[in-house]
Nanobody, 125 residues
Framework: QVQLVESGGGSVQPGGSLRLSCAAS????????IGWFRQAPGKEREGVTC????????YYADSVKGRFTISRDNAKNTVYLQMNSLKPEDTAVYYC??????????????????WGQGTQVTVSS
């Protein structure tokens, strides 16, 4: 299990931006597939974006394409989720997750075994 810590959540008006961080202290995140997921009240957890180790290939859910960007800062052992043009429907608890790059990789919650505690993002006027 990888210990992950998310930060950067908060409240923002529609159209605003936030940057979430996912950090680990005991492993090198560059060796892991990292995913960001979110869960709104009364809804199932959904995949937002993932980034592979090695080739750095990314996946984005259609609902966030063009607005959200996942990136790595290996010097800080941190993965970021830059969220721009936020909408009220982006309101949720956001979780980062990590898993080694197995052959059966997929950007779904069932793939990942290590999860952070979550950070709340609220988009409201």
């Amino acid at each position: 299990q990888v210990q992950l810590v998310e930060s950067g959540g908060g409240s923002v008006q529609p159209g605003g931006s936030l940057r979430l961080s996912c950090a680990a202290s005991e492993v090198t995140l560059d060796f892991y597939v990292i995913g960001w997921f979110r869960q709104a009240p009364g809804k199932e957890r959904e995949g937002v974006t993932c980034i592979k180790s090695g080739d750095g290939r990314t996946y984005y859910a259609d609902s966030v394409k063009g607005r959200f960007t996942i990136s790595r800062d290996n010097a800080k052992n941190t993965v970021y989720l830059q969220m721009n043009s936020l909408k009220p429907e982006d309101t949720a608890v956001y979780y980062c997750a990590a898993e080694p790059p197995y052959m059966h990789y997929e950007c779904t919650s069932r793939y990942f075994g290590s999860w952070g505690q979550g950070t709340q993002v609220t988009v409201s006027s």
